[in-house]
């Protein structure tokens, strides 16, 4: 089973800085997609950044980019020029690209989450 | 159209009771998913629609867990005879299709049982 790990339970930025979160994850699949999500105290889940594994180029979206090291199973997520609204829970996901794969239906697979602080 | 919806936002309920909650899909998503997020698990997979199909239920974590999507859209995920341990956020997400690899939540329903 696909495992996803996010080894930083919170983090802490100031104003202006550059921050990274990390991700690992582990699978045996060679063909899947792997997202950030930040969750602010709203509750609603935010699509931040989404990678497909058979691209090599990093994703990028504005001032969020990621480092996606397919070999060693790493996703890390940089925050360029932090702002105070980017204070949140940010989640890593893994997601199976064949449907009916071991089990898998396209559902998420999460990190336990990274909780970042902005200072101003 | 607008996003996905939930209701209720909060929701408190005494051990015991049964606890209904429901999840809007954004407008022509046939795929549906609900997720819980507790603190000791973090987000967890309950069980997923495909239009009209059977729902896979791999992910319910009890048989007082069920739910159902009425006519491929709404979906309603009902807990019987709730326990403290059922107290959590419970998240739903659409995306176009199965093969859609971006899903989208909705803003969650905070259960607590008493």
């Known amino acids: 089973a696909q495992t996803v790990t996010q080894s930083q339970p919170e983090m802490s930025v100031q104003e202006a800085e550059t921050v990274t979160l990390s991700c690992t994850y582990d699978t045996s699949e060679s063909d899947y997609y792997l997202f950030w999500y930040k969750q602010p105290p709203s509750r609603q889940m935010i699509l931040v950044i989404r990678?497909?594994?058979?691209?090599?180029q990093n994703a990028t979206e504005n001032r969020f980019s990621v480092n996606f090291q397919k070999a060693a199973k790493s996703f890390s997520l940089k925050i360029s020029d932090s702002q105070l609204g980017d204070a949140a829970m940010y989640f890593c996901a893994y997601r199976s690209h064949r449907m009916n794969y071991g089990g898998s239906q396209g559902n998420l697979i999460f990190g336990k989450g990274t909780k970042l602080s902005v200072k101003p | 159209g607008a996003g996905v919806s939930q209701s209720p936002s909060n929701k408190v309920t005494e051990k015991g009771k049964d606890v209904e909650l429901r999840c809007d899909p954004i407008s022509g998503h046939t795929a549906l998913y609900w997720y819980r997020q507790s603190l000791g698990q973090g987000l967890e997979f309950l069980i997923y629609f495909q239009g009209n199909s059977a729902p896979d239920k791999s992910g319910l974590p009890s048989d007082r867990f069920s739910a159902e999507r009425t006519g491929g859209s709404v979906s309603t995920l009902t807990i019987q005879r709730t326990q403290q341990e059922d107290s959590a956020v419970y998240l739903c997400?659409?995306?176009?299709?199965?093969?859609?690899?971006?899903?989208?939540f909705g803003p969650g329903t905070r259960l607590l049982v008493l």
């Open positions: 990678q497909e594994a058979y691209k090599q």
């Open positions: 997400a659409s995306s176009l299709d199965p093969h859609q690899e971006t899903q989208y």
